[in-house]
C-alpha cells in the first residue's frame, strides 16, 4: 500500500478478518463487493466476469445492481472501459479511467454518454483477480465506481491490497473439500441410489452402516457403489470420493495472478 498509511491497512485488514467468514466460492464476490464498497467509499462496487469466448460481461454488485445495467454495455467488450487495459497488462495493479483517458476524451466516448452518464458512473477503478482462456480471454476483476469525485492514489492502493487478499480467499476456498450432495453425484452421471451410497461411504461408514442408512442389504450397497465406480471411471471408494469432491471446483484457475 504505496500510497497508504496505519490507518489504511487497518480498514483492509478488517475488511480481510470478515472476508475469512466466506465459506464458499459463490458467496465471495458478494461479500468482496460489499466490503470494497465500503474501503473506498464507493456508489457501487462489483465483481465482474467478462469473457471474451462468450461474449458474455457478468456481474454480482453491491448494493444493488442496476436494473439491465450489463445488457447496456457494447457486444464488443474491448470497447468497455478498463477490459483492454486489465488485460494488456495482466498484473496485480489497480487502473483507473482517469489512468487512461483525460477528462474530455472520456466524456467524447459514446459508451459515456450512453451507459457510464445516466447511472451516475463517471469514475471507476478496477483490479484483476484472475486470468484465463488462452486464446478467448476472460478475467475476473474488482471494480468501483462512484459519481461526484475521480478515486485517489491512496484508494487505487487500497484496493490492490484488498484485492491481494481476495485472490488468496478465492484459492483458500477452492482448497477446501467440496461438500458431496446427491446433486453433485446426479450432474456426474450417477443415479439418485448412487449418489447417496457414495456419500455415506464417504461419511466414513463401513459398508453394513452404509446399507442400513439407505435401508437396502449390503450387496444392494456394493452394487450401487460398483455402479458409481464404472460411471466414475474409477475403481475404489476413494477415488469416487475425490472425482465427485471436484466436480463443483471451478475450472477457471485463480493462480496465474501472484500473491
Known sequence: MASGGARDARRVLDAVAQLGDVDTLDALPRAAARLLAELVQADRAGWVTVDFSLGRLDGVHWPRPIPDLLSMFPANLAEVPL????????????????????????????????????????????????????????????????????FSARERSVLEEFARHVRI?????????????????????????????????????TTRQAAARLGVTEKTLENHAQGAYGRLGVNNRMAAIRTLAGISAPAFALGEIPH
Open 83 to 150: 477490459v483492454e487495459p486489465v488485460l494488456s497488462a495482466r498484473g496485480t495493479g489497480a487502473i483507473r479511467i482517469s489512468d487512461v483517458w483525460g477528462r474530455r476524451e472520456w466524456h467524447g466516448k459514446r459508451i459515456y454518454a450512453e451507459v457510464y452518464a445516466p447511472t451516475g458512473a463517471e469514475h471507476q477503478m478496477a483490479a484483476p483477480i484472475s486470468f484465463g482462456g488462452g486464446g478467448a480471454p476472460r478475467f475476473e476483476a474488482l471494480s468501483a465506481v462512484r459519481g461526484d469525485r475521480d
Open 169 to 205: 480467499a478465492a484459492r483458500r476456498l477452492r482448497a477446501a473439500p467440496t461438500p458431496l450432495t446427491v446433486e453433485i453425484g446426479i450432474e456426474r452421471g450417477l443415479t439418485e441410489r448412487q449418489a447417496q451410497a457414495i456419500i455415506a461411504l464417504a461419511d466414513g461408514m
